[in-house]
């Protein structure tokens, strides 16, 4: 009987007996920023004898397994060893690995096995991280969390560090009634368009935990929080493009760009209007190869005045081919 034929009659085989449903999720506790070991079986749904190749995590940074191609008989069963890394984790996640098996040279397809991870921690934190703040520049952001442990001791108190200290940024954690909460309260105000991250470290004890919030800082006129970066050959020019919002005045005008980098070179800038929609169109031009991490200007005016947006820019200059 030719390999093909019996991998057909094998996956009929496991068809008509209902073992091709998905499979009972599998349920595992493991502790906050832990790795934890656990065994389960993985088992042979086909009729006949089969190799369990390996087995594929849909996570690789949080599922290890190492396994040497091992034969189980029909409708048996083997033990395997999983290491799940909860490092920064704080909140329950799910899962699956998929096992791979063969026989004699030909792969068979089974259902991944999904696995639903619930993790310990030492800390509940409310409400939770948010994934992305938004905010203009110079508005003033306040983030106030409820911190509550789940071994609160009179002698143990809770501290934070910013592992970033800048100026507008600021943290404090403040205790409450009870021994196991504090209130934890960070504030911060960013001049200039960008991305921005407050990362932050709060100790208890001989327990600690990093988080990080990112904030998304634009400017009341503009819609980017910055200038797109990329690739450029040397010499040659690219266009960038700023979105301006639409609330911004009907009066703005865009007097001038620079950029500090003396390498960069700002060979256009005009103000484009296309029906409601105004954009800033960026002509940027270097001889200088690398990467320049660097910033562009905007001098800008209204009604009201004039002032400078200053937007990050990265950009890649290669030698022209």
């Known amino acids: 009987m030719s390999a093909i034929l019996r991998v057909i009659l094998l996956v009929t085989a496991l068809i008509r007996a209902g073992a091709w449903a998905q499979t009972v999720p599998v349920d595992i506790t493991v502790s906050e920023d832990a790795v934890t070991v656990c065994q389960f079986n993985i088992t042979n749904p086909f009729p006949e004898p089969v ?12 599922v ?19 290491e799940i890394d909860a490092s920064l984790r704080t909140s329950d996640f799910s899962t699956s690995i998929q096992p791979n098996f063969a026989r004699q040279g030909a792969a068979l397809a089974t259902p991944p096995i999904a696995i639903r991870v619930h993790v310990v921690t030492w800390m509940k934190m409310d409400p939770g991280m948010h994934a992305i703040i938004r905010t203009h520049c110079g508005t003033p952001i306040s983030l106030r969390h409820h911190l509550t442990v789940t071994d ?11 592992l970033s200290p800048r100026d507008g940024v600021s943290a404090k954690v403040t205790p409450t009634s009870s021994v196991d909460a504090w209130d934890l309260e960070v504030a911060a105000s960013f ?3 960008g991305v921005q991250q407050i990362p932050l470290t709060v100790k208890y004890g001989d327990k600690q935990r990093h988080m990080t919030w990112v904030v998304l800082v634009t400017d009341p ?3 980017d929080a910055a200038i797109a970066g990329g690739v450029l050959p040397s010499g040659e020019s690219c266009e960038r493009i700023i979105a301006i919002e639409k609330g911004a ?18 060979t256009e800038c005009r103000l484009e209007t296309s029906g409601q929609n105004r954009t800033v169109r960026l002509s940027i031009s270097s001889a200088a190869i690398g ?7 905007l001098d800008c005016a209204d009604g009201d005045g004039k002032r400078q947006v200053t937007f990050p820019f990265n950009l890649l200059v290669l030698a022209a081919k």
């Open 152 to 162: 609160g001791q009179a002698d143990k108190v809770m501290q934070c560090e910013l």
């Open 249 to 266: 005045s009907g009066a703005l005008v865009i007097v001038g760009a620079h950029c500090p980098d003396p390498a960069i070179r700002i």
């Open 221 to 223: 006129w503009f819609s």
């Open 64 to 82: 290890h397994v190492a396994l040497s191609p091992t034969e189980i008989p029909a409708q048996q069963s083997l033990a395997i060893t999983l």
């Open 191 to 193: 001049p200039n368009p």
């Open 51 to 62: 190799t369990l190749v390996d087995i594929t995590p849909a996570c690789r940074s949080c």
């Open 291 to 297: 990467n320049h991490a660097t910033t562009v200007s």
